[in-house]
Structures are given as C-alpha cells and as structure tokens.
C-alpha cells in the first residue's frame, strides 16, 4: 500500500535515466520527482534532449527507471513484472504518437481495435467498438481505408481513437500535433481537450507554446530535470469523472434512434444523450435496423431505464 492521496494518479520520486558507462555516462532524467493528480492535462516543454520522451516512456511503462521509484495508480511498479506491466498499460494508458504509429499494413479499422487484442476481446467484438469509436470521430466511412489513404490530420484521429478503445485514465501524448497543420493541431486539440474533461489525465509533450492554453500546468524541463513547473488550473477546480469513477458513451444523435444491447445492466444510467456505466459495464451502441416487430429483451431494458430516469427526473 502506498501513502499517496487517492488524487494522485502517478508519483515518481528520484527517477533517474542513465545511458552508457563511465566518460561516456549520460543522463536523460535526473533525480526527477513528479506528482500527477487525476484529472490533471499537462504540457511538457523543453529543448531537443532534455528528456521529454524518456520521461513519456518510463510514465507509460515503455522504459524502465535506471534508478528510483514509480507510483502508479497507487502501485508500486518499480519492480513489478514485465507481464503485468504489458497488461496495465493496455488497461490504463493510451499513446499518442508524432508520426501516428499506425500499422501501415492494417486497415483504420484493425488498426484502431488492436490495443482490445490484449484485453482479449473476440476479434467480432473488437471490429465492433473499433466500428463504435470511429463513428465518433466522424471516420467510419474511412474504416477500410489504408493507412496511406488519409491525410495526417485523419491519421492522428486515427491513432487517438486507437489510444482511448480501451478506456484508459492515461493519455500520453508525444508532439501529437507536431506533424500538422494548425488547423488539424486545432482539432486534435479540441478532442484532447474533450477527453479530458471527461476527467481523464493527459500529459503531453509540445515545442509549441500556443498550445499550452490547453494545460492546467505547463512544465519546463532542461537536462533531464525540472526547469519551471506552472499549475494554470486549481486541482479543486480539475475535471472529474475519469476512470474509477464513470465512464461516458455519447450517443450521437445522427445515428437516432437507437438500439443498446447492455449486457451489464447494474449500473447504467441513461440521460438525455449520455449512458452512464460503470467501467465494466458493457455497453455497445449500434444504429437501430427497424423497430416494427416488439422489442427484443435487450431494447426493452434499455427503455426500462430511460423512462425510470425520465420518471425520476421530473418528480
Ligand atoms: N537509447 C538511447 N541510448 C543513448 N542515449 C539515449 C537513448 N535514448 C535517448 N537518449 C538520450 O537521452 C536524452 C533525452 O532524449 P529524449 O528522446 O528523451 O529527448 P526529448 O526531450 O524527447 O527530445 P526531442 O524534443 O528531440 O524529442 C538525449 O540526450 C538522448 O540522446
Ligand atoms: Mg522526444
């Protein structure tokens, strides 16, 4: 058990990164201490060769510290087992990369249901939430497509819808916007700033200062260390909400009416356009086919729900 505050999401202390021996010892993190707290969205600046990405990558369980301790999500992971690290990253952090790292020879579709591969998902299952997100992101039309065949601001879309398929509390963002135009940036942007008010914790990397009105908190680094460390944003006033509280799946209203097929029902709760679950609560949004016939088991629990809401709602 860790001493942290239930806030704290992620606490490195005394992180070190060393490459090479003797003369030729370097170090790419120094003595690096950092708390995050959940609901945080930080921006990480700094010169080429501070140490930016060895920082993303020890926090995604990438890379490993060469010295020092890493707390996560209330574990210590400093020295938990590869394996289990491999299974809490597919969980709890999402990646977002400067070039995209989309698999070039995999469709948008397949590319985006890869990280549910590890959450053993059927493959069926796995087109379908990829199917389900990309909707959102306004490119199911494209799922077929080849990586190729999209434009970078597609791409990068691609790759954060990829980064959030598994609902992760963690988004880990390397220059997401540095291979864009500043309309696309601008966009890519505007999701991230989505996600995170959902609650979700960002940290990401930037050479560009403009975007750091996006930030509750803007560190500075230099030589593998803490240069300035800004909080722009009160943490009594950071979003709520992320994973281990609610998970929230829009229904969009282009695809109305619709059908959902809940095979958890425990805890979910439908307003307005929201449905509200727990996080293992299993919730698949799919377009109604034609709601003639009475309706099936599962439709019927779902309106069951709406109307109770509804009922509660107006007393
Ligand atoms: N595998 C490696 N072997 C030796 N040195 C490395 C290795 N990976 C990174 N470094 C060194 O660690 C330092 C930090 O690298 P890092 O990639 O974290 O920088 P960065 O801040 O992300 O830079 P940029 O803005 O150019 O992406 C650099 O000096 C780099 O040369
Ligand atoms: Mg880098």
């Given at each position: 058990?860790?001493?942290?505050?239930?806030?704290?999401?992620i606490?490195?202390?005394?992180?070190?990164?060393?490459?090479?021996?003797?003369?030729?010892?370097?170090?790419?993190?120094?003595?690096?201490d950092l708390?995050?707290?959940?609901?945080?969205?930080?921006?990480?600046?700094?010169?080429?060769?501070?140490?930016?990405?060895?920082?993303?990558?020890?926090?995604?369980?990438?890379?490993?510290?060469?010295?020092?301790?890493?707390?996560?999500?209330?574990?210590?992971?400093?020295?938990?087992?590869?394996?289990?690290?491999?299974?809490?990253?597919?969980?709890?952090?999402?990646?977002?990369?400067?070039?995209?790292?989309?698999?070039?020879?995999?469709?948008?579709?397949?590319?985006?249901?890869?990280?549910?591969?590890?959450?053993?998902?059927?493959?069926?299952?796995?087109?379908?939430?990829?199917?389900?997100?990309?909707?959102?992101?306004?490119?199911?039309?494209?799922?077929?497509?080849?990586?190729y065949?999209?434009?970078?601001?597609?791409?990068?879309?691609v790759a954060?819808?990829?980064?959030?398929?598994?609902?992760?509390?963690?988004?880990?963002?390397?220059?997401?916007?540095?291979?864009?135009?500043s309309?696309?940036?601008?966009?890519?942007?505007?999701?991230?700033?989505?996600?995170?008010?959902?609650?979700?914790?960002?940290?990401?990397?930037?050479?560009?200062?403009?975007?750091?009105?996006?930030?509750?908190?803007?560190?500075?680094?230099?030589?593998g260390?803490?240069?300035?460390?800004?909080?722009?944003?009160?943490?009594?006033?950071?979003?709520?909400?992320?994973?281990?509280?609610?998970?929230?799946?829009?229904?969009?209203?282009?695809?109305?009416?619709?059908?959902?097929?809940?095979?958890?029902e425990?805890?979910?709760?439908?307003?307005?356009?929201?449905?509200?679950?727990?996080?293992d609560?299993?919730?698949?949004?799919?377009?109604?086919?034609?709601?003639?016939?009475?309706?099936?088991?599962?439709?019927?629990?779902?309106?069951?729900?709406?109307?109770?809401?509804?009922?509660?709602?107006?007393?």
């Open positions: 058990m860790s001493n942290q505050d239930n806030d704290t999401i606490e490195l202390k005394a992180v070190s990164k060393r490459y090479g021996f003797g003369d030729a010892e370097s170090y790419a993190l120094r003595n690096f708390k995050v707290k959940r609901g945080e969205f930080i921006m990480i600046m700094g010169p080429s060769g501070c140490g930016k990405t060895t920082l993303l990558n020890i926090i995604g369980l990438l890379d490993k510290a060469s010295s020092g301790e890493y707390i996560l999500a209330g574990k210590d992971v400093s020295r938990v087992s590869a394996g289990k690290k491999a299974r809490f990253r597919a969980k709890e952090i999402g990646f977002i990369f400067q070039n995209f790292n989309l698999v070039p020879t995999l469709p948008i579709i397949e590319n985006v249901s890869l990280p549910l591969i590890y959450a053993g998902y059927s493959k069926t299952r796995r087109l379908r939430m990829a199917d389900n997100i990309l909707e959102h992101f306004h490119l199911r039309e494209r799922e077929y497509y080849m990586p065949q999209l434009s970078g601001g597609q791409q990068q879309r954060i819808a990829r980064s959030l398929i598994s609902n992760p509390s963690i988004i880990l963002a390397d220059e997401p916007t540095g291979n864009l135009d309309r696309n940036s601008h966009i890519i942007m505007e999701e991230l700033r989505e996600i995170h008010s959902m609650g979700n914790t960002i940290i990401m990397v930037t050479h560009n200062p403009a975007l750091t009105t996006y930030a509750t908190r803007v560190i500075n680094m230099l030589d260390e803490i240069d300035t460390d800004i909080k722009t944003v009160d943490d009594s006033e950071l979003p709520k909400g992320g994973k281990g509280e609610k998970v929230s799946v829009k229904v969009l209203p282009s695809r109305d009416p619709i059908k959902m097929e809940i095979q958890s425990s805890d979910v709760v439908v307003s307005g356009d929201n449905v509200t679950t727990e996080e609560a299993d919730v698949l949004i799919m377009p109604e086919e034609k709601p003639k016939a009475p309706a099936k088991k599962t439709a019927k629990k779902t309106t069951k729900k709406k109307s109770t809401k509804k009922k509660g709602a107006k007393k």
